[in-house]
């Protein structure tokens, strides 16, 4: 049960490409078809692509690509250090205030002065009646692959600022986590009060997190409490929560805005590959897997296309609008998640059904899912593949934002050599 993700990923692909005839898949140093039960393993020779390394669907805490800033890193600290500043759930506090710059009405702010802020048995407490989890891919604005898709659990924020008892004067809250107390280091996100207090378009609420695939959030993730917002990029998703501002402010403060990132924007949906054939033999057809990012806008088809280098390309189509893509196969969801030590985790999370476990849609917005397809044979020469998506309102990536700072949608693109 090591790698469940790579088994799916074998199975699932082994099954579609079983179906179209491609018995010789196995022997053309296509790594998800080897190494799966009865097959003769990975071959030695040395013109195949490595295989990349997967993960479970749901990533476990440890294999997340770790994102954060600090000097030194939070989650690097020792033991005593954490207990110290508030970093294990024995010692850990919250702060619910209004911002002194651009004040709230608030009657109840939480702090530390009056011995109000709130602790961890505390939100464990609020969580007994309101806590909820969803499936979600972290992912980094400025890197474009997921860092790790999970199960994140907590307290929806909107919890915590109903307990200050605002009155006036409230249109957004920003916050921010440890930072060795050094204004220097602090990072710090924010969202309009909208986004708090209403779930638009069924998204989850904004929490937060204290669990991560059904175990406490580790130190490295944010540990013990951070922010998750479901629809944004990891920007906006704060660890090391310790202090919540309730502001009249009426725009955005991030840390990100600083590195002329857009602050605003929701996880993009995009196609990438995750294995071609090393060595593609002239017209034998040629195998292709990948995943793809679901973001907001969802996700209707993956489409590929492969070009000829020799080939003229039609001038001012810079996003390939007017290419032959065809559809490759959106691959259902896998029978074993992965990571999660107790797959009933599922039968309470937003999104699955609560008899089955399983998802209520599918592909499932703001997680990933799985493609393959398979491409009729080419004569020797140099190629191009591209993969794509549409969105679920039909609109082809990089859909209306082609911009990098708002987050990576762009079209893909793979050298693919066809030689005898
Ligand atoms: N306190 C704090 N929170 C933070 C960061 C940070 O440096 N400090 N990095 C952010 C960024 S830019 C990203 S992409 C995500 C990454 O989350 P991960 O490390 O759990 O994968 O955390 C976010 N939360
Ligand atoms: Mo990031």
């Known amino acids: 049960m090591k790698n469940n993700f790579l088994f799916e990923h074998q199975e699932l692909t082994r099954r579609y490409f079983l179906r179209l005839g491609v018995v010789g898949a196995a022997t053309m140093g296509f790594w998800p078809l080897s190494g799966a039960p009865g097959d003769p393993g990975p071959e030695a020779s040395g013109n195949h692509l490595a295989p990349p390394d997967l993960e479970p669907y749901f990533t476990p805490q440890d294999k997340f690509r770790d994102v954060s800033r600090g000097k030194p890193l939070p989650h690097s ?26 004040p709230a009405s608030i009657r109840n702010p939480l702090t530390k002065k009056d011995g109000t802020a709130l602790d961890f048995p505390g939100l464990l ?18 890197i474009g692959c997921p860092l790790g898709t999970g199960i994140w659990e907590g307290v929806p924020l909107r919890e915590l600022v109903w307990l200050t008892q605002p009155r006036e004067n409230l249109r957004r809250v920003f916050y921010h986590g440890y930072h060795n107390d050094d204004p220097q280091q602090m990072f710090r996100s924010s ?42 990029y990891g920007f906006k998703s704060i660890k090391w929560l310790t202090r919540i501002l309730l502001t009249n ?21 995009f196609a990438a590959t995750l294995s071609v054939p090393g060595n593609v033999k002239p017209n034998q057809p040629i195998p292709i897997t990948g995943y793809a990012q679901v973001g907001i806008s969802g996700l209707s088809k993956v489409q590929i ?19 032959p893509w065809t559809d490759a196969q959106i691959l259902p969801p896998p029978k ?22 399983q998802p209520l849609a599918w592909p499932m917005r703001l997680t990933r899912v799985h493609w393959a397809a398979l491409l009729p044979g080419l004569p020797p020469g140099e190629y191009t593949l591209r993969s794509r998506t549409i969105d679920g309102k039909g609109v082809a990536q990089p859909l209306p934002r082609p911009f990098q700072k708002s987050g990576h949608s762009a079209i893909e693109s793979v050298d693919i050599t066809v030689k005898a």
């Open 191 to 232: 969202l309009p009060i909208d986004r708090v207090l209403e779930d638009p378009f069924d998204l989850p609420p904004v929490i937060l997190c204290y669990k991560l695939n059904g175990q406490w959030l580790e130190s490295e993730r944010g540990g013990p409490v951070r922010m998750v917002v479901p629809e944004a």
């Open 249 to 269: 402010l009426y725009h955005a403060n991030d840390t990100y805005a600083d590195g002329n990132n857009d602050v605003d924007s929701a996880l993009k949906t």
């Open 305 to 323: 296309w492969i070009q000829s280098n020799a080939a003229q390309r039609p001038p001012r189509d810079k996003y390939f609008a007017t290419a």
């Open 77 to 102: 600290l020792p033991d005593d250090k954490k207990r110290e500043v508030g970093l294990t759930r024995e010692t850990w506090k919250l702060e619910v205030i209004s911002d002194p710059d651009r």
């Open 336 to 357: 074993h998640w992965g990571a999660l030590a107790d797959e009933r985790i599922l039968k309470s999370t937003i999104g699955f059904d609560p008899a089955t476990g």
């Open 125 to 142: 407490k609020l969580g007994e009646k309101h806590s909820v989890r969803f499936a979600k891919s972290m992912t980094c604005l400025n």
